[in-house]
């Protein structure tokens, strides 16, 4: 269920799928169910699971992935009916986040991420094994290790409070590094641009084919997970800063937008975003909506106006020549551009020079 329209739930089942397939997982089935709102039981409704359980069975699949957020009740629920393991959307996308994430900050980061989408989920195992140690708090053993009338599932999320707060605290220190390396750019005064957009839009590439540097170009969801910075030159000499950013997915979990707030934070400070869009995606103005929702959310918490956003429109060597036509009349102002043939990179490069003011000018401006 996703309370859209059939087109809507279509585009996140593939997505779901080949998000799955990025986790390492074979995609067996899919299975489309409409509601007006989701079953309260079990997500899905009691018709839907027992058809479910049918597939399961069927295909001998292992696992079932929902496409959505399940409440810890109902996903227990679904499991008792389906008989194997029911995870959500957004445990996969935590996931694959985590198999991804390289530099330090960003690992930590997604540990943060994890522990925060597990705390309220630990009641059901935190339940049965309280029930092995007889139900009674502070009772049968865990010498030391619980406080007086604490119970298994108490002790289990003090520690993993107390993780959380360790891990905060190394992030800030990790982010104060970051801060003083970007202070130093700043006073440098080299203009900064942040390319934001939907995962697999084509990001890494333009970052390639614009600085002429060996980013890692994979087509799975979530390549780019840490922010890679670039120089590149403008035409007119100038040099200027290219930061890739994480790509973004429908539904991002809320967790993972606190949990990268501060690599986002890059966005913040850019003297331009460049947004790329996929235009051979069948619904590029739903990719736009959502990063713009997420770069709304990151740009609140901060004081700096936003930056200016520039739209370019990638892919155009495949994309379908009546998309093209009327993502040109709804977007006037997009660069349009392959990152594949090259075509349109000037175009960007004279676009990007303009757009980036030169800040020596300003400075002379300014002097009596
Ligand atoms: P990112 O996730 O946004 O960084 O996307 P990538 O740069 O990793 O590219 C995702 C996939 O799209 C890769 O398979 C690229 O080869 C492909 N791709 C990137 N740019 C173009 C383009 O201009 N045309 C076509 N046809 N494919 C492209």
Known sequence: WTGGTAGQAEASLAELAALAETA????????VQRRDKPDAATYIGSGKADELRQVVVATGADTVICDGELTPAQLTALEKVV?????DR??????????????????????????????????????????????????????????????????????????????????????????????????????????VGYTN???????????????????????TLDPTTRRAALPDGREFVLTDT???????????????????????????????????DPLPTEQIKAVREVVTEVLRES?????????????????????????????????????RTGEGLDELRDRLAGLLEDPDVEVEVMLP
């Open 24 to 31: 390492g997982s074979e995609v067996l089935e899919g299975l």
């Open 83 to 87: 008989k194997v393991k029911v995870i």
């Open 90 to 195: 957004t445990a996969l996308i935590l996931d694959i986040f985590a198999q991804h994430a390289t530099s330090r900050e960003g690992k930590a980061q997604v540990s943060l991420a994890q522990m925060e989408y597990m705390l309220p989920r630990l009641r059901g195992w935190g339940e049965s094994m309280s029930r092995q140690a007889g139900g009674r708090a502070g009772s049968n053993g865990g010498v030391g290790l619980r406080g007086p009338g604490e119970t298994k599932i108490e002790t289990d999320r003090r520690r993993i409070r107390e993780r959380m707060a360790k891990l905060r605290r190394e992030i800030k220190a990790m982010k104060a590094a970051r801060d003083t390396k970007r202070t130093r750019r700043l006073r440098n005064r080299i203009p900064s641009v942040a390319i």
């Open 201 to 223: 839009a084509g990001k890494s590439s333009l970052l390639n084919a614009l600085t002429g540097s060996g980013v890692l170009v994979q087509n799975a969801l979530f390549a």
């Open 246 to 280: 994480v790509g973004f997915v429908r539904h991002l979990p809320t967790q993972l937008v606190e949990a990268f707030r501060s690599t986002l934070e890059e966005v913040a400070d850019a003297d331009l975003l460049m947004h790329v869009v996929d235009g051979s």
């Open 303 to 339: 004081d700096a106006p936003a930056p200016p956003e520039l739209i370019v429109v990638n892919k155009i060597d495949a994309a379908e020549p009546v998309m093209l036509m009327q993502l040109r009349g709804l977007l006037p102002d997009a660069v349009f551009v392959s990152a």
